[in-house]
């Protein structure tokens, strides 16, 4: 991602929001960053931050997709590594709506996905989220 984009950098307002415990303020950003966002690159950045604070799960999940959708539409590696954490968050919510079927379903799609991880901190943190929600699924 480039540092100097302004949605992006509204994103990381936001997400120094939710560090310090104020997660309207970082809703406000996030919304701010969808609603100034000007391209399918831009947006799906937008909407994976703007379902992190969503209230109602359904909301969440309206967000979750939208930002795969948006990824897909950008149709290009720029959105590559974004796919594992996007295929989990989808199945996050799905996780939480009580649906274990599509949970299970995105949740595969994000390990399908995890060689495309950066080898960092990130990568490996978003890699033992899907191991862990993979067997969670899994022992059900």
């Known amino acids: 991602m480039t540092e100097d984009n302004p949605i992006i950098k509204l994103c990381q307002e936001g997400m120094k929001m939710e560090r310090k415990n104020k997660p309207d303020d970082a809703h406000a950003l996030y919304m701010k960053a969808w ?8 947006q799906c950045i937008a909407a994976h931050f703007a379902a992190r604070q969503q209230k109602d799960l359904e909301e969440t999940l309206r967000w ?6 948006r990824a897909n539409a950008v149709n290009d590696d720029r959105v590559k590594s974004f796919y594992p954490s996007l295929f989990l968050s989808v199945g996050l919510s799905y996780e939480k709506l009580g649906n274990r079927t599509e949970a299970k379903k995105f949740f595969d799609l994000a390990f399908e996905k995890a060689d495309n991880l950066p080898h960092d901190d990130y990568g490996k943190e978003i890699r033992q989220k899907i191991d862990k929600a993979r067997e969670r699924v899994n022992k059900l």
Not at 35 to 42: G, T
């Open 35 to 42: 609603a100034e966002s000007s391209n399918n690159y831009e």
């Open 64 to 69: 979750n997709i939208e930002a795969l959708n």
